[in-house]
């Protein structure tokens, strides 16, 4: 497996991850009917334009086929909490979770934050999502949560954080996305 930067000829594949990880990590948490009218195609064209504008980073984790299977993105923190970077996305495809794959992609990401000066960073992730398990086992504090609507449904999302990303780095763990 092979974790590299996005470019634009990728927005398709990231697309179909995104709406595939979704459709599966998320059933039984969000409504089946809003997860079966998710768009690979809309998703596509939303990709398209994030990785036009090179604003933020966006690695992703390629199979030995190079075939994308995961990806993450983020930036600059995008809300009023005291930290300076966010993960916008963060998604893998079910077959390669629970393999340090996930780990690997944050201890990378968390490099190339430092790498441009970053030092905190946030994620907002569903309440009920079983792979927060992972952030708060590489360190990831709650420090918030809200309310949020998922197609016509009410779900609860948690900000975990870290104050210093660098624990990212030196952390290793047995749980693993």
């Known amino acids: 497996m092979n974790i590299r930067w996005a470019n634009l000829t990728d927005a398709a594949e990231i697309a179909k991850v995104h709406v595939e990880s979704w459709q599966q990590s ?29 604003s933020h980073i966006v ?3 390629e199979d030995q086929q190079k075939q994308l299977c995961g990806f993450i993105s983020g930036g600059s923190i995008r809300s009023h909490h005291p930290f300076d970077s966010e993960i916008y996305a963060f998604y893998l495809l079910k ?11 944050l201890k990378r990401f ?13 994620v907002w992730v569903l309440k009920e999502n079983p792979s927060k398990q992972a952030y708060i086992s590489l360190g990831g504090k709650k420090i918030e949560e809200e309310k949020i ?5 009410q779900l609860i999302e948690e900000c975990l954080a870290w104050n210093d990303i660098t624990f990212i780095l030196t952390t290793s763990k047995n749980h693993t996305t």
């Open 26 to 54: 998320y059933k039984g948490i969000v409504e089946d009917d809003y997860l079966s009218q998710m768009s690979v195609k809309e998703r596509e064209q939303r990709w398209k334009e994030w990785l036009m504008q090179k």
């Open 59 to 61: 690695l992703v984790l």
């Open 95 to 105: 077959a390669v979770q629970q393999k340090g794959h996930g780990t690997r992609m």
């Open 110 to 122: 968390a490099e190339e934050l430092l790498s441009i000066g970053k030092k905190s960073m946030i």
């Open 149 to 153: 609507t998922v197609g016509k449904q």
